[in-house]
């Protein structure tokens, strides 16, 4: 249990999440839409965390670090669980909006949640021992994705009105974990 922490942590967050959308929205539209954004909003940093993980290790190991990147597994899981209940509150905020959405609108979206839901069926060791090489294929190219789509979620509020806390916040913590990761990797490179 106690490397699984993360996992409670990813489904209590999202969980909290939903319940403050409830309790602070005005009407259903209102709620779910509030629920959609701080459930994706919460899920953020423990993605993050899962994407710098290595990075984070290489670049100043200690007991911290060296704990979080032995447990990113666990941190990959919390965020697929918080991830999940964010589908949940877009289902319910499309449904009490009426919000109609196109099929392609719903293909960046829907292709990181299939890298999600693969990558969270994979994340155990008979996984990787049946994968191979294509398991780090797989969770290289779905973290990478994953990064980029919180990354478009967030620079798009640049262009909507009053969402400059929001798009800021997100885009400014996409940033600082790509950095480390380059960072981690030219260390890597000289070393
Ligand atoms: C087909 C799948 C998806 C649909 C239909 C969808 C739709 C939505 C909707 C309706 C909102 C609330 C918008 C608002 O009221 O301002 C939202 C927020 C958001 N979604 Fe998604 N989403 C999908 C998948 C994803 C995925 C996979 C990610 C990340 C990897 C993501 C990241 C975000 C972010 C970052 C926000 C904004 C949170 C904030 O305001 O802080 N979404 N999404």
């Known amino acids: 249990m106690t490397r699984r922490w993360p996992l409670l942590l990813g489904l209590i967050a999202g969980l909290a999440a939903?319940?403050?959308?409830?309790?602070?929205?005005?009407?259903?539209?209102?709620?779910?839409g509030r629920a959609a954004r701080w459930t994706a909003r919460i899920g953020l940093p423990i993605f993050l965390l899962t994407y710098a993980a290595s990075s984070l290790g290489r670049l100043w190991p200690n007991d911290l670090t060296r704990a979080i990147w032995r447990n990113r597994r666990w941190w990959g899981l919390g965020f697929a669980a918080s991830h999940s209940i964010h589908l949940y509150a877009l289902i319910r905020a499309l449904q009490a909006s009426g919000e109609e959405r196109t099929l392609a609108?719903?293909?960046?979206?829907?292709?990181?949640?299939?890298?999600?839901?693969?990558?969270?069926?994979?994340?155990?060791?008979?996984?990787?021992?049946?994968?191979?090489?294509?398991?780090?294929?797989?969770?290289?190219?779905?973290?990478?994705?994953i990064w980029l789509i919180f990354m478009l979620a967030y620079a798009g509020r640049f262009a909507e009105?009053?969402?400059?806390?929001?798009?800021?916040?997100?885009?400014?913590?996409?940033?600082?974990?790509?950095?480390?990761?380059i960072a981690a990797w030219r260390k890597g490179k000289r070393t």
């Open 18 to 32: 939903i319940y403050l959308g409830l309790a602070t929205g005005s009407d259903a539209a209102d709620q779910w």
């Open 105 to 145: 609108s719903l293909i960046p979206g829907g292709l990181a949640y299939l890298a999600i839901f693969l990558m969270a069926l994979t994340s155990n060791d008979a996984a990787m021992r049946v994968l191979g090489k294509n398991w780090k294929r797989l969770h290289s190219a779905g973290i990478h994705y």
């Open 161 to 181: 009105p009053g969402k400059l806390p929001e798009a800021s916040y997100g885009v400014l913590l996409c940033l600082v974990a790509l950095a480390l990761r």
